[in-house]
C-alpha cells in the first residue's frame, strides 16, 4: 500500500447504490487515527493484556498453543465449573421487567447455573439491580463494584462468560468492547419474550442431544464485478479459509461457495436445508442506509450477494433482490446448533454515532436513531424451528484491508487461530481472544507510534494500516451466550433428524404490556384447545397451552380396527379442515383476572381490544387497538406473536392432516 493507494471499505448505501463511504486515502485514516485516542483505563487495560500476551508467547511459542491474557492461569475455559458463567442486565429494568425477562431465560439461566456452579456456587452470576449496568458507567467502574481491576479474568471475582442481556442502548456497545479485553461476552436482545425463551430453549436443547451435527463448514462470498472489496475478500479470505480447513481439520467437510454460487438464493439453500452447516462463514458487503430510511432498522447489516452486478452496472437504489436479510430467513430453516461468523459492514449491529465520520468529516449528526442489533442474526437466533446459537459480526464498518497487511500480503493468523479453537471443541467466546488480542496489541503499537510522531513526521500508510486493522478487529462481537459452542462431532446423525424444537416450544412465556392482564384466544379448529390462549401476569409470565388436534385420544380409542379408524378420522379431518378454512385470534384484557372466564368460545370479564381474522385464501381482517387515538403498540405487537403462532398451528395441522391420510391410506391397501 502506498500513499497514493485509495482503501476500498465494505459497505454498499441502500438507499444511493454506492459506497456508504468513498474510497479513502491513507493520509485521511492517519487523521482519523489521531483523532480518536484512547482513555486512559483502557490504554492501560490494553498495555497489560499486550505484556501478558507477549510473556505467554515468549514461553509457548505461538498463540496456536498458548493459554493467553483471558482467563486466570490453571483454569479451563471448556469447564464452566473453572471459568464460570454470568449474566448482566441493566440496572434500569423495573421488578416487573426484569422478573419476566429472567422467566423468558430461565431454562438457559437454570442450565448454566447447573454448569457453572458444580463446584462453586459464586461461579454463577447474576448482575442485576444495584449490580446490574447503570447508564454511564464505564467498565471499569463496574467491574469494582465486583471486586475487580485490570488484568486477567478470574472467576473468584467475577465469571469469565458473561452476557449482556439488553438493548445497546441501555448497555452500550462501548461497555462490550472494553469489557470484551478481559472477559468472554455475549449479547442478546430481542423484541419479544418469546424470542428470548426460543433462543434459551435453542441453547439448552441442542446441548443436551444425545447427537452431534455433521462436521460440515460452509464458506459463502461475492466477488462482485468491478468492485475490489469483495473481490480481495474472495481471494484474500474465503478461498484461503476453506483450503485452511480442509487441511488442518480433514475430518470436515468443506462447501465453498464464491462468485457464481453466492447469490441471494444459494444463501437461502445453505440455511434452508435440512443438512444446515455446523459452522457458516460469509464475506460480502453489508447494507447501509441512512438514518430515516424505512429499510435501516430491518436491513441494515444485511448480506449483499452476488446478484448485485457491482458499481458500473448498476446505479440507483438497491432492490431487496440483491441482499439476504433477516426477512429471507424461511420458516422452514432449522439452524439449531450452527454457528455463524459474518464479516460484512453492520453484520453485528449498528451504533447511534459513527466514530468514522464524526472524525473524519466532522459530522456529528447521529447516523440511526438509536443503536440497534442486525435483524438476520437475531432472526438466526430466535428461529421457532431451532435457533442458532451464536453468530460473530461486526459493529459499524468492517475493514477488508484488516486481512491484507502491508509489506506481507495475505496475514488470516487470526481467523485461522479462531476457527481452529472453535473446531477443537473452545467456547466461542473462549475462541474469539486471538481478535482481541490482535485489538490489544495493535491499539498498544498504534498508540506508542502516535505517542511519538507528529502530523509532519509520522508515517501515515503505517498508520492507517494499524488503525484499520484496530479498528476492525475491536468492533467483532458475539451475538449469543458466549459459552456455546461448536456441536459436531465424529458421531453425527443422518442429516434428515435434525432435531426441531418446535414441540417443546409449545409452552413459550408471554408477558403483559401493562398493568392489565392480557389474554389471548387464536381459534383454529372446532373442538381443539385455544392454539395460542395465555394468562399473562405483571409479575412473571405463564405459560400456553400446548397445541392439540384432538388426534391422539382417537387413534388409541379405535386402534382395534384400521378401517373404523380410517372412517372416523375422514370426518374428523373433514370438519377440522373445514374450520381450518378460517382463522380468527381475539385479544382481551383485564385488570381482575379472578373474574375472568372462559365459556362458548369467548371470555367474560375482559374487554375486547384486538381481533384479526385471516382466510384460507388470505384475504384479512384487522380491528387494531388504540388508546387516546394511538395504536396501543405494546398490545398490538402482543397480538401480532399470537396470530403468527396461530398460523403456525394452522400450518402444522395441515401437514398433520395430509400426513395421517397418507400413512392411513398405506395401512389400508390390500
Known sequence: MSKETLLILNGINGASGEYDLPPQRPQDLAKVAR???LEAADKQDIQIRRAVDQQSIASFGSLRTTEH?????????KDLSQAGWGVIFPASLDARQMAALK????PLLEHRQTQAAAAKTHYYKECSGNLGYQAGQSKNDFLKLHGRGPGVADPEKLPYYLLVAGD????????????DVQYAVGRVFF???EDYYRYAMSVVEAEKQVYQLKKKAAFFGAANPDDGATQLSAEYLIGPLAEYIKTEKPDWQVQVNQAEKAYKKDLDQLLRSKDAPAFLFTASHGMAFPNGDDRQ???????????WPGPKAHKGRIPEDFYFSGEDLSPDANLLGTLAFFFACYGAGTPRLDDFSRIAFKDKSEIAPRAFLSQLPTRMLAHPQGSALAVVGHVERAWGYSFVWDGVGEDLTTFKSTLTRLMDGFPIGSALEHFNSRYAELASDLTTELDETDEETQNVVKIAGMWTANHDARNYMVIGDP????????QASPSNERASITETLGRVPQVSSGAAVVLVEATVAAGTAAAGSTVASTAAASTIAAVDYGLGDTLASLRGGLQQLGNKLGDFLSKALDDATSLEVSTYVSDNISAVKYENGKFSGASLRAVTRVNIDGDTIVCVPEEDGEVDIDLWNIHLQMLQQAQTSRSELLKTAVSAVTGLTGLLKP
Do not use: N, T, W
Open 103 to 106: 422467566e423468558a431465560l430461565k
Open 168 to 179: 445497546p442502548e441501555q448497555i452500550p456497545y462501548s461497555f462490550q468492547y472494553q469489557l
Open 35 to 37: 483523532g480518536l485516542p
Open 191 to 193: 423484541d419479544s419474550y
Open 297 to 307: 432498522l430491518p436491513h441494515q447489516g444485511a448480506l449483499l450477494c452476488q446478484d
Open 483 to 490: 459459552a456455546v459452542r461448536m456441536m459436531a462431532g465424529e
Open 69 to 77: 491474557f483471558g482467563l486466570v492461569e490453571g483454569k479451563d475455559p
